[in-house]
């Protein structure tokens, strides 16, 4: 059973270029958020998808968004890229079912970004 | 806005210390509490959660976090550390109506256990 996956694992680009990131979540988890992890930091929660919408934002500009596919699976898309934005890219998946209590969250190893 | 704060950037104990890490919260609610651990060159995983109830938590691997709700804390402790709990502890929370994975971590604690 294959935990959460994300690609690519390493990312160079140039300022002002446009990055897509993805993620697949674990088997049987329908909801996917994205964490922006700069270095010495912890993560930030960039935004949540659940039936291929954003249910929930953190405090991250237009040039982030997202997309949810009828598989589970998400996109995240940065465009107009600063060197700012250098900074590992986690996706986290888990179930969202009545019994919260039950549930995880799993987080993928990341997509780390470096922009020149 | 809710807020996580890790008091030590860095913690340097030898095998069987006794570790507390210390977290603190600005949330003005119900929030639900995350304790999550990344090893080195691995992701992160979930050490133990707080949603409601008995307010000691415990977790994997010996972890336990005690919810004080007074003070806004959520430390975490083990009695005796071993050299392979070297490794990065975030804190985290959200509030009662969130979900497992919209969380806002603190910027995590370094931990080195020497041998």
């Known amino acids: 059973d294959a935990g959460v996956t994300q690609s690519p694992t390493h990312l160079i680009k140039t300022r002002g270029q446009q990055v897509t990131l993805r993620c697949s979540p674990k088997s049987g988890h329908d909801t996917v958020s994205w964490y922006q992890q700069a270095l010495g930091q912890g993560p930030q929660f960039i935004f949540q998808?659940?039936?291929?919408?954003?249910?929930q934002r953190g405090n991250f500009p237009d040039r982030f968004s997202g997309h949810q596919f009828p598989n589970y699976s998400s996109e995240l898309n940065v465009n107009a890229l600063l060197l700012g934005d250098s900074a590992l890219y986690l996706c986290a998946s888990s179930l969202t079912a009545v019994d919260r209590l039950n549930t995880e969250a799993f987080f993928g190893q990341g997509t780390r970004l470096t922009v020149v | 806005a809710q807020s996580v704060s890790q008091h030590n950037h860095h913690v340097i104990l030898s095998e069987a210390a006794s570790l507390e890490l210390g977290c603190n919260y600005s949330y003005g609610g119900t929030v639900n509490l995350f304790w999550y651990v990344q090893y080195p060159g691995q992701h992160l995983q979930l050490l133990l959660k707080?949603?409601?109830?008995?307010?000691l938590v415990k977790g994997i691997k010996g972890f336990e976090a005690e919810f004080i709700k007074s003070k806004f804390s959520f430390n975490l402790r083990k009695p005796s550390v071993q050299w392979s709990d070297t490794a990065e502890y975030f804190c985290?929370?959200?509030?009662?109506?969130?979900?497992?994975?919209?969380?806002?971590f603190g910027a995590g604690t370094r931990l080195t256990v020497k041998p």
């Open positions: 985290a929370v959200n509030g009662p109506h969130s979900y497992n994975n919209d969380m806002r």
């Open positions: 707080y949603f409601s109830g008995d307010p």
């Open positions: 998808y659940y039936e291929e919408e954003e249910r």
